[in-house]
């Protein structure tokens, strides 16, 4: 027999398991199916509408805002308010939802968000509340009518605010990364689990359809066993990544706490305006590219294989010789190119590539070993591999929403909170990325590959060795 094929009978079983695997998963991923004149089963998903919120007003959450910077103001304030910078809406939710409070240690910041706020609750007739602004996060959050938080701060930050909020019985959501290190990311799980609130990481990619297409297609045996999932975020930014944030010159000393914007932080700088600015670019802040731009691909693959597994091993490689060598030795301690693959207890691996100097990515594909799957916008293409070409039907699934939004993001927390269940970047999904992102970072900065134990959350080579977890003041600069 041909080790390429499989006997007559256990194909015939084996198809009828993927069709009734197929049938289980319909609910959620296919409209009208029709076959083409190709044999493709060409299918459309129907996604279901958003709807208004059928809560009254009594119902309604409150949120507060905790870092309220580009992000935090671009992404949070107006998504939440529902307004852009002319006063108009921009998307089709309604959340039943009012932003209430604002807090920033800069002090440009937080009087923006603020005026943002009190002009969305007085052009609306929002109801008899006074929006606050706050300095100290630790006020803001003392606060007993505030519902949900959500975090834009800087990357060191995102643990203690998160960790200060659950405890004090408010909801989160927390931008990615979920934190600057891992052992504070499992303090923050660690929190969630303890005090039962909703927690959702900032990625939109997190909400987009077709991962969760994928996930219930994979669920169903559509691809067989796992091999290797892929993706990548590229792109080419000949000034310098993040350099074309804005360095105000009204961020001194006076209108921004300095020591208190630190934190955590190891290595403790003067007051440095383009470390505030442009903190991505700076090791003590942030994981550069694997944090800020890769935690968009991590999520969405984790979440298509089903978020059940830590990674066992990781290798990841980077340097940022073009951009020092065009830009200067100073102009930044993270990467510019990062490469890495993630291998999972079950067999499976994960490759993911990051850039700031070329464009061109990979191509989003998850194999497994009976089909491979294939995405574009709003879309997945399953070929069967060739020696399953008997077993397993080819397909097109066409129009699958939402795509990566934002809003949908925010409206499935809110949706989540209401009606008791997890959101999509839920802590389970979060704690996943996390390891990986901190993994990486260990290993292209130790030059080893690491290993994670699950049970212990404790990290070694291969050989056995341990290796401490990375965290404040482990290395320099950090």
């Not at 009606?419 to 993994?439: F, K, L």
Request: aromatic share 8%; glycine share 8%.
């Amino acid at each position: 027999m041909s080790k390429t094929h499989l006997p007559k009978d256990t194909s015939a079983s084996r198809r009828d398991f993927l069709k009734k695997g197929a049938l289980a998963a319909s609910a959620i991923v296919t409209g009208v199916g029709a076959e083409s004149a190709s044999g493709v089963t060409r299918t459309q998903y129907i996604a279901p509408i958003p709807k208004s919120s059928v809560l009254g007003a009594a119902d309604r959450l409150r949120v507060g805002f905790i870092g309220v910077g580009g992000q935090g103001f671009n992404a949070h304030v107006r998504t939440v308010s529902n307004m852009d910078g002319k006063g108009n809406t921009h998307h089709e939710f309604d959340y039943n939802a009012v932003g209430v409070a604002a807090c920033d240690l800069y002090t440009g910041n937080r009087d923006r968000a603020g005026a943002l706020l009190e002009n969305a609750r007085s052009s609306r007739d929002l109801g008899d509340y006074k929006v606050e602004t706050y300095e100290d996060h630790r006020r803001m959050i003392d606060r007993d009518d505030i519902d949900v938080i959500f975090i834009g701060t800087v990357d060191h930050w995102h643990a203690q605010v998160a960790i200060d909020a659950l405890e004090s019985g408010k909801h989160v959501y927390c931008e990615k990364p979920m934190t600057r290190y891992l052992p504070e990311a499992f303090d923050v799980y660690d929190a969630v689990k303890r005090t039962g609130m909703k927690f959702q990481v900032g990625s939109q990619f997190c909400t987009e359809g077709k991962w969760h297409v994928a996930h219930e297609m994979i669920k169903a045996g559509k691809v067989g066993p796992l091999v290797t999932l892929q993706n990548s975020y590229t792109r080419n930014s000949p000034s310098g990544e993040w350099n074309y944030y804005e360095m105000k010159k009204d961020v001194t000393p006076d209108t921004l706490d300095w020591n208190h914007w630190l934190g955590n932080v190891h290595d403790r700088p003067d007051f440095n305006v383009e470390h505030w600015a442009r903190w991505r670019k700076f090791l003590p802040y942030c994981a550069g590219i694997l944090g800020d731009l890769l935690a968009h691909r991590i999520h969405p693959l984790i979440i298509a294989a089903g978020a059940t597994e830590f990674p066992k091993r990781v290798v990841c490689l980077g340097n940022h010789n073009i951009t020092i060598a065009q830009l200067g030795p100073d102009d930044r301690s993270v990467t510019d190119n990062t490469q890495l693959i993630a291998e999972y207890p079950s067999g499976h691996s994960m490759v993911i590539l990051g850039s700031t100097v070329n464009e061109q990515g990979l191509p989003q594909v998850i194999r497994g070993q009976e089909a491979t799957m294939y995405f574009g916008d709003g879309t997945i293409e399953l070929r069967p591999e060739r020696p399953f070409a008997d077993l397993v039907d080819p397909e097109l699934i066409e129009n699958i929403t939402p795509g990566p939004s934002i809003p949908a993001h925010v409206d499935n927390l809110f949706s989540s909170i209401r009606n008791d269940v997890a959101p999509n970047g839920n802590i389970e999904v979060a704690i996943r990325a996390q390891t990986m992102i901190s993994m990486a970072e260990m290993s292209e900065r130790l030059g080893e590959m690491v290993y994670f134990d699950e049970e212990t959350r404790q990290m070694s080579t291969g050989s056995g060795r341990k290796l401490d977890t990375l965290s404040y003041g482990s290395l320099s600069p950090s």
